[in-house]
C-alpha cells in the first residue's frame, strides 16, 4: 500500500499520537507539546486509526466533538484508546507499536446532509442519527465506493433498526498520513 509521506509539521502530531501511546503503555506520563503555529491550538474532533504494515485494520478510536483542550491533547487522548480500548482488537503491545502505521484524521464540523445524493464517500464521513444512536465512517474507506454502502455501514455501527428513521451528517477531513 503506498502512502503519501507526511510533511514536518504533519510528523509532529503523528509523533504525538506514537509518544503518547508509548508513554502510556510504559507506565510514563506525558505531556503533549506545542503545535506548530499552522494547526493553531484549538480543540479539534480527532480520529487516530492504527494499521499493520500489511495495511489491516488494528484500531480507530476518535470523538466527533472534541472534549479535550488543545488539538495535542486530542490526538494523544484518542491514540492512547485506539491502541489500547478499541473493543474489536486486543490492546496494543510495546513491541508492536514501532511497526504500526499511524494515521489522523482531523475533522471539520458535521454538517446536515440531504440524502444520499450530498454524500461522496472518498470525500465526505458520514454521521447517523436516530435518536440516541449514532454511527460514524471516516471517508475514504477502502472497499466502499458508494454513499449507500457508507451510510449502511454506518447504521450498522450505530445500531440502527432496518426500519428506523435516521438524520444525515457529512463531515470532511484532514487526514495525515503515517507511517511505521
Known amino acids: 500500500m503506498t502512502r503519501a509521506a507526511a510533511t514536518p509539521d504533519e510528523q509532529v502530531l503523528l509523533d504525538v499520537a506514537r509518544q503518547a501511546i508509548a508513554a502510556r503503555l510504559e507506565g510514563r506520563?506525558?505531556?503533549?507539546p506545542q503545535l506548530p503555529a499552522r494547526f493553531g491550538d484549538t480543540p479539534r474532533a480527532v480520529f487516530v486509526t492504527l494499521r499493520e504494515p500489511s495495511g489491516e485494520l488494528r484500531g480507530c478510536i476518535g470523538r466527533l466533538e472534541p472534549s479535550r483542550p488543545s488539538l495535542a491533547h486530542e490526538i494523544a487522548d484518542s491514540a492512547v484508546s485506539a491502541a489500547l480500548e478499541?473493543?474489536?482488537?486486543?490492546?496494543?503491545?510495546?513491541?508492536?507499536?514501532?511497526?504500526?502505521?499511524?494515521?489522523?484524521?482531523v475533522l471539520e464540523p458535521p454538517e446536515p446532509?440531504?440524502?444520499l445524493h450530498d454524500l461522496d464517500p472518498k470525500r465526505?464521513?458520514?454521521?447517523?442519527?436516530s435518536g440516541h444512536l449514532r454511527g460514524v465512517l471516516l471517508p475514504d474507506i477502502q472497499g466502499?465506493?458508494?454513499?449507500?454502502?457508507?451510510?449502511?455501514?454506518a447504521r450498522m455501527?450505530?445500531?440502527?433498526?432496518?426500519?428506523?428513521a435516521y438524520e444525515l451528517e457529512r463531515f470532511r477531513v484532514r487526514k495525515v498520513p503515517g507511517g511505521a
Open 113 to 115: 446532509a440531504r440524502g
Open 124 to 129: 465526505y464521513g458520514v454521521v447517523v442519527r
Open 29 to 32: 506520563a506525558f505531556a503533549p
Open 144 to 153: 466502499v465506493d458508494t454513499a449507500e454502502q457508507q451510510v449502511n455501514i
Open 86 to 105: 478499541d473493543p474489536r482488537f486486543p490492546p496494543v503491545s510495546r513491541q508492536e507499536l514501532d511497526d504500526l502505521i499511524v494515521e489522523i484524521s
Open 157 to 164: 455501527k450505530a445500531r440502527v433498526p432496518p426500519a428506523a
